[in-house]
């Protein structure tokens, strides 16, 4: 009856293991497997954005993210992509790739 225990246990630990390990290995790839933006800034920061990232929706995450580098600290900040001035930034870096 102990061994039946210890087998399980074994068993539950080495599940949790793999799962852990499989999630590490997937956010190493750079898959990541929910939204990265809980919070995003509307206000205007046009000027501190050193780069911006634009992350469509997809099966992790179905929202539209947009991610800002700020120039001096290199923080990362959510941006809302709703706000008129967002919309404006996003308009002027298609426009500067295709360049």
Not at 22 to 38: A, D, K, T
Request: include cysteine.
């Amino acid at each position: 009856m102990m061994s039946s225990r210890v087998i399980f246990t074994s068993i539950v630990v080495l599940l949790a293991f793999l799962a852990a390990s499989e999630g590490m290995s997937l956010r190493s790839l750079g898959v990541e497997l929910h939204c990265r933006c809980i919070e995003t800034e509307s206000k205007r920061i046009g000027r501190h954005i050193k780069s911006v990232q634009l992350i469509s929706a997809n099966s992790h995450c179905e929202n539209t993210e947009i991610i800002a580098t700020l120039k001096k600290t290199g923080q990362e900040v959510c941006l809302d992509p709703n706000a008129t001035w967002v919309k404006k930034v996003i308009i002027h870096m298609m426009a500067n790739k295709k360049r």
